[in-house]
């Protein structure tokens, strides 16, 4: 999810010169993860991929998207929601007229800081909005983006770095059946060659 070469380019071009501009890579991620989340809900909701053959005799079907724009601790985050033609698709992720997702940005981070399991996800969207959601589809939804987590979380690192950004986000996490508050660490790093990592 995160295009390293695209970053390291856009340090080069003076893009990313400050925290600000982590916020807005920080923005771009949750962004990502929302809309593949969301489309992940669709294909379960309506029970068939995208442009497959079952559509041409299905009573409901993918129609367009949402555009919304959603209130974050990183800022206002702007994504494109699928929507059925039937509009009997209720998202849960990001619900019909929610505008704020102050707390989603933090599961989405437990995702790429620690590979979770479902149960602890099914956990986690409980805590946070009161939904339950069955394990089987909380795999469903999260298969589409844990592959490109376990990639970021594998990439290779530098021995040494230059400089370092780091930050940190509290995430209340049940662990061994107590909830606790972990902190979730964010770091960037500038390598000795001067790219942004």
């Known amino acids: ?7 390291k380019q856009a340090y080069a071009e003076g893009k990313i010169t400050s925290l600000d501009d982590v916020n807005t890579v920080m923005q771009g991620i949750i962004k990502d993860v929302i809309e593949t989340l969301s489309e992940s ?5 309506l029970g068939y991929e995208k442009h497959h053959p079952a559509i041409e005799a299905a009573e409901n079907y993918r129609n367009g998207h949402n555009d919304k724009s959603l209130n974050s601790k990183y800022g206002v985050i ?15 992720i990001v619900k019909k007229r929610q505008k704020d997702i102050s707390g989603i940005e933090d599961m989405v981070i437990s995702l790429y800081a620690k590979g979770m399991s479902t149960r602890d996800i099914q956990s986690h969207i409980d805590e946070l909005y009161d939904h339950s959601l069955s394990p089987e589809s909380i795999s469903k939804i999260t298969d589409a983006v844990i592959e490109r987590a376990k990639e970021w979380q594998v990439r290779p690192l530098e021995n040494i770095y230059a400089i370092i950004f780091m930050d940190a986000t509290f995430l209340k996490v049940r662990l061994e059946g107590q909830v606790r508050n972990v902190a979730a660490y964010l770091m960037i790093g500038i390598t000795l060659s001067g790219h942004k990592v």
């Open 1 to 7: 999810m995160i295009d390293k070469e695209a970053l």
């Open 78 to 92: 702007d994504v494109s929601i699928p929507r059925d033609r039937n509009s009997d698709f209720n998202p849960e």
């Open 41 to 45: 809900e669709m294909t379960n909701f």
